[in-house]
């Protein structure tokens, strides 16, 4: 029942199963996702988003992969009753960033980038470290065998040794999963504590009611859609939300969906990784969290990858995302048999082979693991989501809660013990479910329903040549996967990349991070001398956001910083006469006290806060601009306003 405790195994216990899969094969480490054979489990480091061309701080940790030489199946209950039941011991626990340290950084990162339009959120992590007595696979298997007897609705719980280092956890979120070709991410935000059991309905409600909690997960669903829209080849529907009830937590979440012929790695390398533990616009966020962080993450908010083909030949992929996890590196003090660097990761001897130490289960049960295995270091991370409103001492408040939770849950802490599944969870209970309906309202239809069966394409925009400029914001994915429906032909480049400007009916300037006013910046530079050549020769532009600021400060409009962030904010406006609900993501906006003006290439008609003359958006003869984010889900009207200033810009480059 249990695999050789001495060679590299995993065991998993994936949601909606009632069996524990053993895996069992050698480790190797590649260098790429692409190197990753069928039938593996990898274990995929956060130094990978480096095949994005991301920033991060690279730590070595390993792109260990489990080649899968056998499987077995074993019932639940069974499997448990061969686990170890013995309390885990840990000593000298602690966090490897002092609160005060964490609170400096977390006001920097408010200040310094929130603040200055770097983007909506970011998560900054820190890990909880303590030493772990006894031997640690013992330890890691007895914490399994409490998450499986009283954890629920996680989306895997799980145990992997390489052979230097274990991990175990229980996490709830599916980051992207692929089978017959059908692509599915599973954005989670929102967490309710609830001391165990059915937790408060009331409670339940007002949290599902709470307009923060409500906008932290359509920013989390917005980032999730950029990802879909690029490797689905229709874009990604939205599904739910739903409650995920767990034994101690509530969360809310959407299922996104869409189809795929690209390869499994593929899909993996262009979703790296969550928004939820990395921040949006993702790319900057990686930069942000460098930044800050100032050392790498390990495992921390990257991915578990299990990657195989189907009864009928055709690729799999489940990846959950690796939080609620505790990783376990062996103690080298007491074992000399590895080469080990002064963290406790090894050196690139990811080879899978017996390193020598002894053990076992005795007669498959706790009898207890022997030998030379005599204990670890245990590290637990935990990080927070750092929005406009946060405070360095709620987030410091909160990174103690998270620890103190999963440390509970693993059996590792002293909270409260986790109770047995409700007969009847909460998300069936029809107030529940009406105040989930409740929450979609608002939100784009474009996005929650089955767009591709519907007739969208306008015969004016038909094969019309659009090139969309990217700024560093994948908001540009979800742009190019309107405009393809609207029946346009799009090209997508990013601003680095010097694009060619000729040949396009119309070029959308994107969005992306950064203070436009930085006329110094490389980035803002670029993307304004790209304005200023489309507005020179009389080419039909759309811009969105950060291109809307530039357009704006070249019509001669001045810019300023808003003193609360429209980061992820919903808002009712009034666009040229006709009511609009649209999505903002923006610190900085620009501002005029009229209605309209002139300027140097024509009349300029404004959309407006006539409360704080904050630019909306902007029309003029051959451009129009939006501070908003009309691809958005949070821009109910998104589609309609996107096809209104299509087919008015268009006609301009009739000849």
């Given amino acids: 029942m249990l695999p050789d405790l001495n060679r590299p195994f995993a065991l998993l216990r994936r949601e909606g199963r009632d069996v524990v899969e053993v895996l069992t094969g050698t480790v190797v480490t590649v260098a790429s996702l692409a190197d990753i054979p069928d039938e593996s489990l990898s274990l995929v480091p956060f130094r990978q988003v480096r095949e994005r061309g991301f920033d991060c701080v690279d730590d070595g940790t390993p792109l260990s992969v489990l080649r899968i030489a056998s499987r077995a199946l074993c019932p639940v209950a069974a499997f448990i009753a061969a686990l170890p039941s013995s309390p885990v011991a840990l000593r000298g626990g602690a966090f490897d960033v002092s609160d005060d340290d964490y609170a400096t950084i977390v006001a920097d990162v408010l200040r310094d980038e929130i603040g200055r339009g770097e983007g909506s959120n970011f998560v900054i992590h820190r890990v909880f470290e303590a030493d772990v007595d006894g031997d640690p696979i013992a330890a890691a298997l007895a914490v399994f065998r409490r998450l499986l007897e009283r954890e629920r609705g996680a989306y895997w719980t799980f145990v992997v040794h390489t052979g230097d280092r274990t991990l175990v956890g229980a996490t709830p979120e599916r980051h992207v999963s692929v089978e017959d070709g059908l692509v599915m991410m599973n954005p989670i935000s929102g967490t309710f504590r609830h001391p165990g059991g059915v937790p408060d309905k009331d409670a339940v409600l007002r949290f599902l009611a709470d307009r923060k909690e409500i906008d932290e997960l359509s920013m989390v669903l917005d980032e999730e859609l950029k990802m879909m829209a690029t490797v689905a080849t229709e874009g990604g529907q939205v599904v739910g939300p739903y409650l995920k009830e767990m034994a101690h937590l509530v969360h809310t979440e959407y299922l996104l969906a869409g189809r795929s012929a690209l390869d499994v790695r593929d899909v993996l390398r262009e979703t790296m990784f969550a928004p939820t533990v990395v921040g949006s616009p993702i790319e900057n966020a990686c930069r942000v969290v460098a930044r800050h962080e100032r050392r790498g993450r390990g495992y921390y908010g990257a991915v578990l990858a299990l990657i195989g083909r189907d009864s009928l030949g055709r690729q799999t992929l489940d990846a959950p995302i690796l939080i609620r996890t505790a990783d376990i590196s062996h103690d080298v003090s007491h074992d000399v048999s590895h080469d080990v660097s002064h963290d406790g990761r090894q050196d690139g001897r990811q080879d899978g082979r017996q390193d020598g130490r002894q053990g076992g289960l005795q007669g498959g049960r706790q009898g207890g693991l022997q030998g030379g295995r005599r204990g670890g270091r245990l590290r637990v991370p935990v990080g927070a989501t750092l929005v406009r409103h946060s405070t360095p001492a709620g987030e410091v408040a909160e990174t103690h809660t998270k620890a103190a939770g999963v440390l509970a849950a693993l059996g590792l802490g002293t909270g409260p013990a986790a109770a047995a599944p409700p007969v009847a969870p909460l998300a069936a209970d029809p107030a529940v479910q009406a105040a989930l309906v409740a929450r979609n309202a608002t939100l784009a239809p474009f996005w929650l329903q089955d767009h591709h069966t519907r007739a969208l394409a306008n015969p004016e925009l038909a094969g019309r040549r659009v090139l969309i400029v990217d700024a560093e914001d994948t908001f540009t994915g979800m742009l190019h996967h309107q405009l393809r429906v609207l029946g346009l032909d799009v090209t997508l480049q990013k601003y680095s990349a010097s694009p060619a400007l000729d040949g396009f009916d119309l070029v959308v300037l994107g969005p992306g991070p950064g203070d436009p006013r930085r006329v110094e910046d490389p980035k803002m530079a670029a993307m304004r001398e ?42 009712d406006i009034v666009f040229f006469g006709r009511p609009a609900t649209v999505g903002f993501y923006s610190t900085f906006t620009a501002t005029h006290p009229h209605d309209r003006f002139d300027s140097a290439y024509g009349p300029v008609e404004l959309s407006r806060d006539p409360a704080n003359g904050d630019v909306h958006a902007l029309r003029g003869p051959t451009f129009a601009g939006v501070q908003f984010h009309p691809e958005s889900v949070l821009s109910y009207d998104g589609i309609d306003l996107l096809r209104s200033l299509l087919t008015t810009l268009l006609p301009a480059a009739v000849s």
């Fill in 530 to 571: 790209i304005a200023s050549r489309l507005l020179a020769a009389g080419t039909p532009t759309l811009a969105v956001c950060l291109g809307h600021q530039l357009l704006s400060g070249l019509l001669g409009l001045p810019l300023r910083r808003k003193a609360n962030p429209y980061q992820g904010m919903q808002r």
